[in-house]
């Protein structure tokens, strides 16, 4: 299983993925010695699309390097915690964390969730100089491997080496990190699946034009502000050389540019609640929502302009209209209902008796979503402080702000955070379905990174970055069954480790021959990876998740374990009889039909695999008709 992405990983090229598309659609731009024929192609674009030469692209040192990352598969296996997993609130649970790093985790996603995931959200290091971000990574490419690789010099292969070993901060391995993330995260978008990326003025101009590139310029929808907390604002002061930055951002992207976001309202902006009790509402008067303006369009001294003036009189009018009484019967109620069935906004405005004329507020304290979020903080140590007892986390987003964004996406979809920190996001999804009655997935990917000896998180008892987002969300369903009772709703979840085989596993995988195996099954690679990595990283890979049951079979004393279209032969030893109940299952259980066999390749001598692939041929001329993938993975 390792063996075979290994050589594959040996062949791939920074745009494997984009030739191999090229070659599905448009087989007949490639010619016989494989040389692509562009012109041919251009035709194909012609009459629709303007062939632009602009040249006008986001350039940095080892972006060839960070899509050639994206296109080599992980060489990880998945091992269930197979204690958690098993208990009782987690047996089902269909929330999935992952620790590991994210390049891999995505990696595996792709395999079951490409095109599934709606709502991505994503807080990476923010390359502030400060926050602990170097790159560096352990792929072991060559000067002379890499410079083939990527069609680059050798000087330049070089540079991209030590950009990846020394452990740089600068803006092109920021980027590089960032871009094979970006590409994968892509592809696990739905049609409709959005993606928003917490940022600040450090990286804000890059990771914009990044996000141009990977999701396409259409395809950007906002770029939303959030309030900083006071002390990081007065953070800055210390050293006088810029103002207070008060903000941060969200990069807000949609997989497809027709997406269409559904109405969602926020509670008014501080300032402009201030302003409206201030000049309209006055608090002596709460309710009042027919301001006086004072002055009338005629003698020309509006408080608007007059265009925007004749048209609130002509809302106004449709309004009447739409409600369809006079207007001298209209209630207030009928106004309120009227305005809030609307999914704009619009100004209102009639003449009074007096002829003064007056606006209308809108009754309650909201109003419609836009890209000012001030009524939101970034981050909160206040809510990790209440679950924990003390500050176990110091970067936690809030609450509020990650279940804003998930309101985006529906009530059952799936959201996914794999930079999760403290595991907010699926804090936030806990919550939402508590509150609505959703039935909404997350997906956590989450570093095992080491916290320092000293820090609040160690003195607490944890070792690394994970165990906080994992008790974190043990801790938020806690709460939530405690406040709520009677509620049905999954607060469990499966949690999976993403381990790199052993250099003595990776030893006996590269000396193993499978043709000078013949005779013996090597058990030893069995014992290394354990039967439950070994299943749980080949249901991911066969398309069937994370959260997937198989059937365990008894096949006279020797488990296979089957699901839909695989069943899967792990263990050593198979005996004859074994082999003929596989067969006879095919023959008399109408719901048994895999198409595949997937055979744990070390774990069967070359009679064996022969024996299992002759009893299976007699399927092919039964009822059934079966012809039998068999998929022997090393
Ligand atoms: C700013 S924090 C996210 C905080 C999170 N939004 C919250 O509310 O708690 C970024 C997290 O990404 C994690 N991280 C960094 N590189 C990663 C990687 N390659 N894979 C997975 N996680 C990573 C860090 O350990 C850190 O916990």
């Not at 350039?59 to 098993?86: C, M, Q, W």
């Amino acid at each position: 299983m390792i063996k075979d992405i290994l050589n594959k990983n040996e062949k791939m090229t920074p745009n494997s993925k984009e030739i191999a598309i090229l070659k599905e659609h448009f087989p007949s731009c490639f010619k016989s010695d494989g040389t692509f024929d562009i012109e041919k192609f251009k035709g194909f674009l012609s009459d629709k699309i303007t062939v632009t030469d602009e040249g006008y692209e986001l350039k940095f040192l080892g972006k060839n390097y960070a899509r050639l990352l994206a296109s080599v598969d992980t060489t990880t296996v998945i091992t269930p915690n197979e204690e958690h997993n098993s208990k009782p609130e987690n047996k089902n649970s269909e929330n999935i964390y992952i620790s590991g790093d994210n390049l891999d985790g995505l990696k595996h996603l792709l395999k079951s969730y490409s095109g599934q995931i709606k709502c991505i959200y994503i807080d990476p290091p923010y390359n502030t100089g400060t926050d602990g971000f170097v790159y560096n990574d352990n792929f072991d490419f060559t000067v002379d491997s890499l410079s083939e690789k990527l069609s680059i010099s050798e000087e330049q292969a070089e540079r991209i080496l030590d950009l990846t070993k020394r452990g740089s901060a600068s803006h092109s391995a920021w980027l590089m990190f960032m871009y094979s993330r970006l590409l994968l995260a892509r592809d696990l978008l739905s049609d409709d699946g959005l993606i928003f990326i917490s940022i600040d003025d450090n990286e804000n101009h890059n990771l914009k034009l990044l996000c141009d590139d990977v999701f396409g310029e259409e395809n950007f929808r906002n770029q939303i502000t959030i309030r900083r907390g006071a002390k990081s604002v007065q953070a800055q002061f210390e050293t006088w050389d810029k103002l207070g930055q008060s903000v941060e951002y969200l990069l807000f992207y949609s997989r497809k540019s027709s997406y269409r976001f559904p109405k969602q309202m926020k509670p008014l902006d501080e300032e402009r609640q201030g302003s409206w009790n201030n000049h309209w509402r006055g608090t002596d008067r709460p309710t009042m929502r027919y301001p006086l303006f004072g002055i009338t369009p005629e003698n020309g001294q509006w408080r608007w302009g007059k265009e925007r003036s004749y048209i609130a009189i002509k809302n106004y009018k449709k309004m009447i209209n739409d409600i369809g009484v006079d207007e001298k019967s209209i209630t207030q109620e009928q106004i309120d209902g009227w305005y809030s069935n609307l999914d704009y906004e619009c100004d209102l405005l009639r003449l009074s008796d007096s002829g003064k004329p007056e606006h209308y507020i809108p009754p309650t304290d909201s109003t419609l979503l836009n890209t000012s979020w001030m009524d939101l903080l970034v981050g909160s140590s206040s809510e990790i402080r209440r679950l924990f007892g003390k500050t176990v986390f110091e970067t936690a987003k809030l609450t509020a702000t990650l279940q804003r964004i998930i309101t985006f996406a529906d009530k059952d979809a799936v959201i996914l955070d794999f930079f999760s920190g403290s595991a907010t996001t699926a804090h936030a999804v806990m919550n939402l379905n508590a509150e609505d009655g959703g039935n909404r997935k997350f997906i956590m990917v989450q570093l095992p990174e080491i916290i320092e000896e000293g820090k609040p998180a160690y003195e607490a008892g944890y070792r690394t970055i994970d165990q906080i987002g994992m008790d974190r969300i043990i801790k938020a369903a806690n709460k939530i069954k405690e406040e709520n009772p009677d509620l049905e709703a999954d607060l469990g979840f499966k949690h999976f480790i993403l381990q790199e085989p052993t250099p003595n596993t990776l030893d006996k995988i590269e000396e193993f021959d499978p043709d000078e195996n013949k005779l013996f099954a090597d058990k030893t690679l069995l014992d290394e990876f354990g039967k439950p990595t070994i299943l749980s990283t080949w249901l991911v890979r066969d398309g069937y998740g994370l959260t997937a049951q198989p059937e365990e079979l008894d096949l006279s004393g020797y488990k296979g374990y089957f699901i839909d279209k695989h069943l899967y032969l792990i263990d050593t030893e198979i005996p004859n009889e074994a082999i003929e109940k596989i067969v006879v299952k095919y023959e008399t259980d109408g719901s048994f039909n895999p198409e595949n066999i997937v055979l744990f390749g070390y774990s069967f001598t070359w009679t064996q695999m022969e024996q299992l692939k002759i009893n299976l041929k007699r399927l092919k001329d039964t009822e059934k008709n079966l012809n039998i993938n068999f998929d022997v993975r090393y």
